[in-house]
């Protein structure tokens, strides 16, 4: 029995003198209660949601449990990725003597150096738009129980405030 667990019928029998308890005065006294017990429970299970909400943050573990938590509790198959990034190319400094051929895309395969290779901005390697992809199995987006915007309205709660951009996708 936790700190919060109350449990009223017996407290109210013991609270009550001997000579009063009576079946009468016990029902009496549980009507009188009961707006107490409603209050209670609503407390009970809005303390249960909070401590659910405190137990799960923006990391994609949690975000994947809470999601699977609701969507698809039996198989578990809503799955998070990261959105796509292409890799920077590195220029090499003239002392470290790796040369590196920056060709044309035309020159492919024509010549004895290697295939040339493609510069991207700083804007370009960088995330391309979407920071992450939520995948939702078709069973799962099928069943009566899947809504996008719930879906998404669960994943706006839990993500990082910079992640705005991110996909749902069914697989």
Known sequence: MG???????????????????????????????????????????????????LSHNSQVCYLRAALNDLFDPVSRGILIEDGPFKDPLYLYLVPESKPLWLGLVSEEGTTSYPDPEVLYMDSETALLGISFIVKVPVVVAGGSGYDVLRLRALVDHYRLPGRKNYSVVTY
């Open 3 to 53: 700190f919060y667990d109350v449990d009223f019928g017996v407290l109210v029998r013991t609270i009550v003198p001997v000579r009063l308890r009576n079946n009468i005065m016990l029902a009496w006294l549980a009507v009188l209660v009961s707006p107490v017990v409603w209050l209670y429970n609503l407390f009970k299970a809005n303390r249960d949601d909070h401590l659910y909400d």
